[in-house]
């Protein structure tokens, strides 16, 4: 049987895996204005969302792909494969992976799975399905394998600024002006399929990054075999966390530059650091 792995945009998987092993992935649409359709990573980019910001104080938003545009994207994958399985954001976080349910659930062999999680935490899972696949093991067991995985993603970032978190509405005014005055970094990490603030480290972001590394590696005691770092923008102390990440002794370093539709909520100046646990 010949399997195709789909995946929405918001994975953050590198374009070089993508074209590799031919993941076929949904360009979630977000909007700059009213006028102004883009998506990610076709037409629209993170630096389009920061520059956006900056000249109008305003939030883009995000919207999801309905149940016709998934048996469509399905549709045309099943011309060459003969089953898929789809990866999708957490049904907690958003309904694309609803509406993937159900148009997979009126399709022969197309699978959804709800990864509980976002970003890189997406791309680990898809990547340890593609191994699965090139072993040849049967999409059942596949599919099995994956969900018991899943609940061992260890995804979590820590952000520069509030401002975008509370121009989207997931943060009031007066945590914002804390945030400011205190120079509050917090770390937010993905906890069931849902986004929560698990600590607050207090300074630059470049210091606080650091801290960021060491704790989570000493919290959450990793599967050495891959780690993911996904960055909003340019980062000064990101070769400095690979060093430590390398000196950890994970065997593959990747990078990820989160697209817009993640920037969209996290802004500029934020750093995950994302692997599966022992």
């Known amino acids: ?164 978190l509370h121009k989207g509405g997931r943060c009031s005014g007066v945590a914002l002006i804390g945030s400011k005055l205190l120079s509050i970094k917090p770390r937010i990490s993905v906890v069931d399929g849902k986004m929560m603030v698990t600590k607050k480290y207090i300074g630059n972001i470049n210091t606080c990054l650091l801290k960021y590394c060491d704790d989570i590696l000493n919290e959450v005691p990793a599967n050495k075999k891959r780690v993911f770092v996904a960055y909003s923008s340019p980062i000064k102390v990101k070769d400095k966390i690979k060093e430590k990440l390398k000196n950890y002794g994970f065997e593959e370093i990747i990078e990820a530059k989160a697209g817009p539709s993640i920037c969209i909520h996290c802004g500029e100046n934020t750093l995950g650091i994302l692997y599966i646990s022992k």
């Open 1 to 164: 049987m010949k399997i195709c792995i789909s995946a929405d945009s918001t994975c953050d998987l590198p374009k070089e895996f993508v074209e590799k092993y031919d993941i076929r992935l949904n360009a979630m649409p977000f909007s700059l204005g009213e006028n102004d359709l883009r998506h990610d990573g076709v037409d629209g980019t993170s630096e389009d969302v920061f520059e956006y910001v900056k000249k109008t104080g305003k939030l883009p938003t995000t919207s999801a792909y309905n149940e016709y545009e998934y048996t469509e994207h399905f549709k045309k994958i099943k011309e060459e494969y003969d089953a898929i399985i789809h990866f999708s954001f957490s049904w907690d976080i958003s309904s694309t992976g609803l509406n993937a349910r159900r148009a997979a659930e009126k399709m022969e062999n197309v699978f959804t799975i709800d990864t509980q999680n976002l970003s890189c935490g997406i791309s680990l899972l898809i990547l340890e399905c593609q191994e699965m696949i090139e072993k040849g093991l049967d999409i059942k067991d596949i599919i099995e394998s994956i969900e018991k995985l899943k609940k061992k993603v260890q995804a979590s970032f820590v952000i520069d600024t509030l401002k975008y």
